[in-house]
């Protein structure tokens, strides 16, 4: 009795993604215009129709398993690893300027958009800095766009810095931790609306376990090792 109700959440879940609550005054607005449009003109009610579901689509938050072992880094988002290439983190979070690997994932419109804790830890620095909106799968956008950084420091004393940057069509960074703050890899911390990008900056000595134009799945995909010495894989198209 108690598998088959198990089966039956497992699909249940799988059918009904949850939906993280930043969307519901979007998915709301829409229905509102839905029906105004549709007093106007009974065809716009379906047009407002879609962009409601498009909204419902895009907060979708649905649950992961994440690995749980110490030392290990998971991806903090949903995306193709777009980049991967040394650059100083942000001078905000006070790392040094000597340059970390980067690794840079990429989330287009379809993708999954909440972000997730890639350590666990504590939250060491919190920084947001405004700038401009280009598109996020350019290299300056790590340096020019509207940012938020974040350090985390793990029980063994090593600083990860990830990043979360807006994008040509992103124009809302939500960030839901704070300084000092103990945290989870894998747990939910924020979202960027409507396409964006993550950076993680590895610590030195630290290789990547993922390749670029890789899918990284937030909270499940492991991107690094901090207690392995194996070197930085190669990656072949299939």
């Known amino acids: 009795m108690q598998a ?17 609550r930043a969307g519901w005054p979007f998915i709301a607005a829409a229905l509102v215009a839905a029906l105004l449009l549709g007093l106007l003109w009974s065809p716009l ?40 290439e040394s650059a100083p983190p942000p001078p905000e979070l006070e790392m ?8 840079s994932i990429f989330l287009n419109v379809f993708n999954v958009h909440v972000n997730r804790v890639p350590l666990d830890g504590k939250i060491s620095a919190v920084s947001y800095r405004p700038g401009k909106f ?5 290299d300056k956008a790590s340096v020019d766009n509207e940012r938020m950084s974040l350090k985390v420091t793990s029980y063994d004393g090593v600083d990860l810095a990830f990043v979360q940057i807006a ?9 839901n931790v704070s300084l000092g703050q103990p945290v989870r890899a894998g747990q939910v911390f924020g979202l960027i609306r409507f ?19 890789q899918t990284a799945i937030a909270g499940e995909t492991v991107i690094a090792d901090l207690l392995s ?10």
């Not at 088959?4 to 993280?20: C, E, H, T, Y």
């Not at 994008?167 to 960030?175: Q, W």
């Not at 396409?195 to 134009?213: A, I, K, Q």
């Not at 010495?229 to 299939?238: D, K, V, W």
């Open 167 to 175: 994008g040509l069509v992103a124009r809302r960074i939500i960030c």
């Open 4 to 20: 088959s109700q198990k089966a039956g959440d497992v699909v249940f879940r799988s059918v009904l993604v949850p939906i993280n």
């Open 229 to 238: 010495q194996e070197s930085a894989r190669q990656g072949e198209e299939r």
């Open 134 to 138: 280009l598109n996020a799968a350019m």
């Open 195 to 213: 396409g964006s990008r993550m950076d993680v900056y590895l610590p030195e000595g630290v290789s990547p376990l993922v390749v670029p134009h």
């Open 96 to 103: 040094g300027d000597a340059p970390l690997t980067r690794i």
């Open 45 to 84: 009610f379906w047009l407002g129709l879609l962009g409601a579901a498009f909204c419902t689509y895009f907060f979708r938050d649905p649950p992961r398993v994440t690995p749980s072992r110490p030392g290990l880094v998971i991806a903090p988002a949903d995306g193709m690893v777009q980049m991967i």
